[in-house]
């Protein structure tokens, strides 16, 4: 054990020069199989990966290392769990530094201070013992401990002369109501208060919890437990003693805070039922970002990314969010930006019959560059920019071939490859409201053909694209000219074609026809009707 740790800090010294480059650039560490023959895979057969958010390269971290780590929420220091010895603390940034210790829950520093808070809970006993740790991992000082093995994420006050965090006087789930907030003086290694967090949440909720807290800020969830799951969220600053009106939701998500507190992002989650093992949640790849108002959260983006990755805040860089997805050694980010991100307001169109053409795609918004992509259910399309508010992309056939909801973004197409919120564009074989064809004139025209102009009115919100059989004439030439492209609305003299003297013709759209039956002397003979 010892020998391959000096081994593996060797290498850290090797990587040192590197690391202290690239340090103030965000990473994603994730761990990998060596040798996928062996099938007890121990804890020498991991490889710690680390894949740079900034220029998108990944390199090795870590050699013979256990599956198991987390970071502390300053992504200062990472901790490795090996069964027999417990923890082993690293600097990311000077990796001659460590530290070992029992086996470490969560692990909090502040850099103000140079103190690193130590939360570990014995196997067998029912206390969380909490420790103070210098920066070099050396000095360890035994600061309390806690009747209970039951706590939530701990954060800093904004000044990082406090530590809040959460506990339970009892492990019964019947007294979950009853969790406490305790408020930490650093400076002096005293407790301020201890209170109960019901006081801050929606009242007479059966859970209380703190998911996420940053800058004196956190995000409380009250929990009811009825016939349905109810939870509902509140921001409570407890530097300042204010909080956000609360507001109900119904799905599971993980929370982050965004651009100086002032925006809350909400990543959906679902339960992974796949392997067999329950309370596995995943990321459905949907989030929602919202203002934080006084009273409240008003909703200012939706993002639809792809599923099962992982996102990542970092406090060095608090107005993004990142999401990293795929598997090694193909993994993928977006990096998702508050305020300079491009912003989607329309598609056109933004409804598709199954089995039409392919398209141009018009994305109407603001902040476009020449280098900025669409992309169609995160997959890139050809891109022509148009203007900072309009760009084109060219849809297949094979985009549109099978019904569903495909989510349509904007990335920066640059190396930070910022993503815009998502739109949403159907795909269907019937329409969700119809579009009906309408009689506008028949003109003779005294030469053996009559012209005969049509109209429509859709009845959708969006413009909705129809081309190929579900859009024809017949008998005889099936294009004679019709739109493909249906815009909202009552429309008069859409389009309008010559047809011979006796000659007979029905325009199919979907389920709606419009006949059309020519003859001499006479002005005007169109029915119309739908199946």
């Known amino acids: 054990m010892y020998n391959t740790k000096m081994s593996n800090i060797c290498l850290f010294l090797i990587l040192l020069i590197n690391i202290n480059c690239l340090f103030a650039q965000p990473y994603f560490y994730k761990t990998v199989i060596k040798d996928t023959t062996i099938e007890n895979n121990c804890e020498q057969n991991f490889r710690l990966m680390r894949l740079d958010l900034h220029s998108g390269l990944t390199d090795v971290f870590f050699e013979n290392c256990p599956p198991a780590f987390f970071l502390d929420p300053s992504f200062t220091f990472i901790s490795l769990y090996y069964t027999n010895e417990g923890s082993i603390i690293y600097n990311c940034k000077d990796s001659s530094v460590y530290g070992e210790y029992e086996y470490i829950n969560s692990m909090i520093y502040s850099r103000k201070h140079h103190k690193m808070f130590l939360f570990s809970t014995a196997d067998t006993v029912e206390n969380t013992k909490i420790?103070?740790?210098?920066?070099?991992?050396?000095?360890?000082?035994?600061?309390?401990?806690?009747?209970?093995?039951?706590?939530?994420e701990a954060f800093f006050?904004?000044?990082?002369?406090?530590?809040?965090?959460?506990?339970?006087?009892?492990i019964d789930e019947n007294k979950y109501n009853e969790t406490n907030i305790i408020c930490l003086d650093i400076i002096n290694n005293s407790i301020k208060y201890k209170k109960k967090l019901k006081n801050f949440g929606r009242p007479n909720a059966s859970a209380y919890s703190i998911k996420y807290g940053r800058m004196g800020k956190a995000i409380i969830h009250s929990t009811f437990y009825k016939d349905t799951l109810v939870k509902y969220i509140n921001i409570y600053d407890f530097d300042k003693d204010l909080a956000t009106g609360p507001y109900t939701y119904s799905n599971i998500t993980k929370d982050f805070l965004l651009e100086q507190n002032n925006f809350l992002a909400q990543a959906?989650?679902?339960?992974?039922?796949?392997?067999?093992?329950?309370?596995?949640?995943?990321?459905?790849?949907?989030?929602?970002?919202?203002?934080?108002?006084?009273?409240?959260?008003l909703l200012y983006k939706?993002?639809?990314?792809?599923?099962?990755?992982?996102?990542?805040?970092?406090?060095?860089?608090?107005?993004?969010?990142?999401?990293?997805?795929?598997?090694?050694?193909?993994?993928?980010?977006?990096?998702?930006?508050?305020?300079?991100?491009?912003?989607?307001?329309?598609?056109?169109?933004?409804?598709?019959?199954?089995?039409?053409?392919?398209?141009?795609?018009?994305?109407?918004?603001?902040?476009?560059?020449?280098?900025?992509?669409?992309?169609w259910n995160n997959s890139p399309r050809s891109t022509t920019y148009q203007g900072d508010t309009l760009l084109s992309a060219s849809i297949t056939a094979a985009d549109i071939s099978i019904a569903g909801k495909y989510a349509v973004t904007v990335t920066s197409g640059d190396s930070l490859n910022i993503v815009s919120d998502s739109l949403v564009f159907l795909v269907t074989d019937q329409l969700p409201k119809p579009i009906r064809l309408l009689e506008e004139k028949m003109t003779d025209n005294h030469d053996g053909t009559f012209t005969v102009c049509f109209g429509y009115d859709n009845a959708n919100d969006g413009a909705v694209y129809i081309s190929g059989s579900s859009n024809a004439f017949t008998p005889g030439n099936s294009d004679r000219g019709q739109p493909v492209l249906f815009l909202p609305g009552r429309h008069k003299y859409a389009f309008c074609a010559n047809f011979k003297s006796g000659e007979e013709a029905t325009w199919r759209l979907l389920d709606h026809?419009?006949?059309?039956?020519?003859?001499?002397?006479?002005?005007?003979?169109?029915?119309?009707?739908?199946?």
């Not at 995943?282 to 409240?296: E, P």
């Not at 977006?334 to 056109?348: H, N």
Request: proline content about 4%.
């Open 131 to 152: 420790r103070i740790v210098d920066n070099a991992l050396i000095d360890t000082t035994f600061l309390m401990s806690l009747e209970t093995n039951k706590w939530d």
């Open 157 to 170: 006050s904004a000044n990082e002369d406090y530590l809040y965090f959460t506990s339970l006087d009892s």
């Open 268 to 297: 959906e989650q679902y339960n992974d039922s796949s392997n067999g093992i329950p309370g596995i949640f995943k990321c459905s790849g949907k989030v929602d970002i919202s203002r934080v108002l006084t009273n409240g959260f």
């Open 302 to 375: 939706t993002y639809y990314l792809p599923a099962d990755g992982e996102f990542l805040n970092f406090p060095d860089y608090p107005d993004y969010l990142y999401y990293i997805y795929g598997d090694y050694p193909k993994l993928s980010y977006i990096k998702i930006s508050i305020t300079e991100s491009d912003t989607l307001s329309s598609l056109s169109p933004s409804i598709a019959v199954t089995g039409s053409g392919g398209f141009p795609l018009h994305v109407t918004g603001k902040g476009f560059t020449t280098n900025s992509k669409v992309l």
């Open 513 to 531: 026809w419009a006949k059309v039956k020519t003859s001499c002397g006479e002005e005007k003979k169109m029915k119309k009707g739908e199946k």
